[in-house]
């Protein structure tokens, strides 16, 4: 069964950077067969998605995020991560990791998401 | 960017009766369209891809529909389960763009 996990600090200080990571099992991202993607939830629930990264090391990102954002990829560990910089307590929000289907682009596993706050 | 809107808000229902949610694109995203379901502390879960295809494992009391920029969700008779909240999601260009979600509650 494919599972994600997100770990990272849950606070961190304005003008600093965001650091997660999503660990993988039941699946490999080497396999190239799936995108892997972050995406946050604002607080009273919006979803944003944040980019995606192939196992090559390619990505997309939201253009909205793109000065700040950088994603890498790691198969020797089977992890994915998220880099955020300069953020501010608009960057509060629960991060959430997620596999981008074979086919349509739509997210069929998810991490349970982890919550970060950015405050001094 | 593409955006998505839904309506209602919140939808209030009772046990074992329908609902009926609405999905807009700003622009056509043919049948690029995916239906997820959250439900509290929880993350969204898959349930309609493709406007109209139930993900593996999602009871065929959930039905999508639609095509262009006019999508619908209807759940037939609604689960003690089935309360949560509902967004939509277009695949057809990046960035992926969801809709701001419409609560299902108990009436």
């Known amino acids: 069964q494919v599972r994600l996990q997100e770990s990272g600090p849950g606070l961190v200080k304005p003008s600093q950077t965001l650091s997660l990571t999503c660990s993988v099992s039941?699946?490999?991202?080497?396999?190239?067969?799936?995108?892997w993607s972050w995406i946050r939830q604002l607080p009273g629930k919006g979803l944003e998605w944040i980019g995606y990264?192939?196992?090559?090391?390619?990505?997309s990102y939201n253009p909205s995020l793109e000065s700040r954002l950088i994603m890498s990829v790691d198969t020797s560990k089977n992890q994915f991560s998220l880099r955020l910089s300069s953020v501010t307590a608009a960057d509060t929000a629960v991060y959430f990791c997620?596999?981008?289907?074979?086919?349509?682009?739509?997210?069929?596993?998810w991490g349970q998401g982890t919550l970060v706050t950015v405050s001094s | 960017e593409i955006v998505m809107t839904q309506s209602p808000a919140t939808l209030s229902v009772a046990l074992g009766e329908g609902a009926t949610l609405s999905c807009r694109a700003g622009?056509?995203?043919?049948?690029?369209l995916a239906w997820y379901q959250q439900k509290p502390g929880q993350p969204p879960s898959l349930l309609i891809f493709?406007?109209?295809t139930r993900a593996s494992g999602i009871p065929a009391r959930f039905s999508g529909s639609g095509s262009g920029t006019e999508f619908t969700l209807t759940i037939s008779s609604l689960e003690s389960e089935d309360f949560a909240v509902y967004f939509c999601?277009?695949?057809?260009?990046?960035?992926?763009?969801f809709g701001p979600g419409t609560t299902v509650d108990i009436q």
């Open positions: 622009q056509s995203v043919s049948t690029d």
């Open positions: 990264i192939y196992y090559s090391g390619s990505t």
């Open positions: 493709g406007a109209s």
């Open positions: 039941g699946t490999a991202i080497s396999t190239g067969a799936h995108y």
């Open positions: 999601q277009q695949y057809t260009e990046w960035p992926l763009t």
């Open positions: 997620a596999r981008v289907s074979g086919g349509a682009n739509t997210l069929d596993r």
